[in-house]
């Protein structure tokens, strides 16, 4: 059994990046789908940099992406679906 640990702790460490790796396509694919509309590009840019400056905490981010997206559909109404 020791024997077959390290294909083990393999096969978890594969499972695990493979998982993680679709997890972020379905986000960045949603993200695509939502920023769909005309003019939506501005959204990608402006998630970009609140990726960038809100550091590692998610939930951070996502208060600031609420709080920006509130601005820009009070902004902009044509924004909104």
């Keep these: 059994m020791s024997a077959l640990l390290p294909v083990f702790r393999i096969l978890f460490k594969r499972i695990v990046f493979l998982s993680w790796y679709f997890f972020k396509f379905f986000l960045y694919y949603r993200l ?15 998630i970009a940099v609140l ?31």
């Design 51 to 81: 990726q960038r400056h809100a550091g590692g905490d998610a939930s951070a981010k996502i208060r600031a992406f609420v709080r920006l997206d509130t601005q820009i559909l009070q902004m902009n109404p044509d924004f909104q679906d």
């Design 32 to 46: 695509a789908v939502f920023c769909k509309k005309k003019n939506r590009i501005d959204r990608i840019f402006r």
